[in-house]
């Protein structure tokens, strides 16, 4: 079955401490994203990927790391997470970029506390 | 920000009407996709229009783009419960791939 994994889908942290929220799909897509949601504000773009070793910048960046190592997975890293981090993240690939449909993964709720 | 405004911001309605939402944005765009978000889980893909597009179908759904106004309309027919979610209008940058969604529409289907 085609799809984008994430994990954990809920975590509760501390302000401070380094965590890293998987994500993973199965399509061979070229173009990887993630995303935060909050209430009121949308979907903004954290970091994106165009392909293996390729990432950029995308609206919201700051606090956070990624890395595309593999074609399959982009991992989102909170080196020092603080409350402003809380929020629902989403993770999306689709096959080369912004011009084709995104398919997204089920969701990280995230609490720093 | 590119980011878009739907409007309205909720939507209530009874089953079997016509929903329309709308979608505004500020730059040039080369599409603009319409997703669908069910309370809080991922968002599913609905319908993809190209910037030279101006009007698509797909089942009862039916978007309009007009690149002149910067706007964008999803029109839902024969509405039904399961139809009861949010609704967001997403766009490319026509200068690279980064991607807006905007602030989306919350639709009840009332049955």
């Known amino acids: 079955e085609a799809q984008v994994t994430q994990n954990p889908r809920y975590l509760i942290t501390v302000t401070g401490k380094k965590l890293t929220v998987t994500c993973s799909q199965n399509?061979?897509?070229?173009?990887m994203s993630w995303y935060r949601q909050d209430p009121g504000l949308g979907l903004r773009q954290i970091y994106y990927?165009?392909?293996?070793?390729?990432?950029d910048k995308g609206d919201v960046p700051e606090g956070y790391k990624v890395s595309r190592k593999e074609k399959r997975n982009f991992p989102l890293i909170l080196e020092s997470p603080s409350p402003n981090q809380t929020s629902l993240y989403f993770c999306?690939?689709?096959?080369?970029?912004?011009?084709?449909?995104?398919?997204f993964g089920p969701g990280t709720r995230l609490t720093v506390t | 920000s590119q980011q878009g405004e739907e409007d309205p911001q909720a939507l209530s309605i009874q089953e079997g009407e016509n929903a329309t939402m709308n979608c505004s944005y500020k730059?040039?765009?080369?599409?603009l996709q319409w997703y669908r978000q069910n309370s809080g889980r991922g968002l599913v893909h609905l319908i993809l229009?190209?910037?030279?597009?101006r009007e698509k179908h797909s089942g009862r759904l039916r978007v309009t783009l007009d690149t002149s106004k910067k706007s964008s309309s999803l029109l839902i027919t024969a509405s039904r419960a399961a139809d009861t979610a949010s609704y967001f209008c997403?766009?490319?940058?026509?200068?690279?791939?980064?991607?807006?969604f905007g602030t989306g529409t919350s639709l009840t289907v009332i049955p």
């Open positions: 990927s165009m392909n293996v070793e390729v990432t």
């Open positions: 399509m061979n897509h070229e173009y």
């Open positions: 997403a766009t490319d940058a026509n200068t690279g791939n980064q991607f807006y």
């Open positions: 229009i190209r910037s030279n597009e």
């Open positions: 730059t040039s765009i080369n599409n």
């Open positions: 999306a690939s689709s096959l080369a970029g912004a011009s084709y449909e995104q398919y």
